[in-house]
């Protein structure tokens, strides 16, 4: 029944070394995003796909890089984490069509811890 | 560019006690509202949304939002709530017809006491 997939749902990387996490969608909605969520915070977008667009907000790192290889999944990759990524990662969907937005569906999210 | 304030970061009740949750939004534009809830360790759940039609609308779980365009709010109440409605609500925007982009309020701890 899941319908937003995100693996894994905890990630241990240590400092410096690239992670990679993955979410997929059995929606097919045609935008994906991925947000970063701190302790006690709101979740903050670092960048989103429309269709294939890439579309990454101002202040999001370089360090955070995404890929989309087709509608299903998305990638993010942090190429060299610091303690201060250590966050839950958020990866949400929604079908955008015109003037008509659907609500987001979220994933369980990942924990990153960073050590 | 739309924005959401949720003035209350922390939101103490007893058991069966009636709450509101409070959330303003600027937009130029026409917007979608939603309210989600999370809860520790999981990911963001959909409590409800207005898209178009009735200000008011329920979620199957008795909290219900009204939203008022003339005082850009889209407050979120419940009559009676349970202890097992401790947990972080996000108000949300999305502008109609503009970015695809959904924007966060801060949240607002909801801890119900017994």
């Known amino acids: 029944d899941a319908m937003v997939i995100q693996n894994p749902r905890y990630q241990v990387t240590q400092f410096g070394k690239p992670v990679t996490l993955s979410c997929s969608q059995t929606?097919?909605?045609?935008?994906m995003y991925w947000y970063q969520q701190k302790s006690s915070q709101a979740p903050k977008l670092l960048f989103h796909?429309?269709?294939?667009?890439?579309?990454n907000e101002a202040d999001t790192p370089d360090n955070f890089q995404s890929r989309r290889p087709n509608t299903s999944f998305c990638f993010l990759d942090i190429r060299s984490p610091g303690l201060g990524d250590a966050a839950m990662y958020l990866c949400?969907?929604?079908?955008?069509?015109?003037?008509?937005?659907?609500?987001?569906?979220f994933g369980q999210g990942t924990r990153l811890t960073v050590v | 560019a739309q924005s959401v304030t949720q003035l209350d970061s922390q939101v103490p009740v007893f058991e069966e006690a009636p709450v509101e949750l409070r959330c303003n939004y600027s937009?130029?534009?026409?917007?979608?509202l939603f309210w989600y809830v999370q809860y520790p360790n999981q990911g963001l759940q959909l409590l409800l949304k207005?898209?178009?039609?009735?200000?008011l609308v329920e979620s199957i779980n008795g909290f219900e939002a009204e939203f008022n365009k003339s005082q850009t709010s889209f407050h979120l109440r419940k009559p009676s709530v349970h202890i097992s409605d401790t947990a972080e609500y996000f108000c949300?925007?999305?502008?109609?017809?503009?970015?695809?982009?959904?924007?966060f309020g801060k949240g607002t701890k909801l801890t119900v006491n017994p």
């Open positions: 949400a969907t929604s079908r955008t069509s015109g003037r008509q937005n659907t609500e987001a569906f």
């Open positions: 929606l097919n909605h045609n935008v």
């Open positions: 796909y429309y269709d294939k667009d890439f579309n």
């Open positions: 937009s130029s534009v026409s917007v979608y």
């Open positions: 207005y898209l178009s039609g009735s200000t």
């Open positions: 949300a925007v999305y502008s109609q017809g503009g970015s695809e982009k959904l924007v």
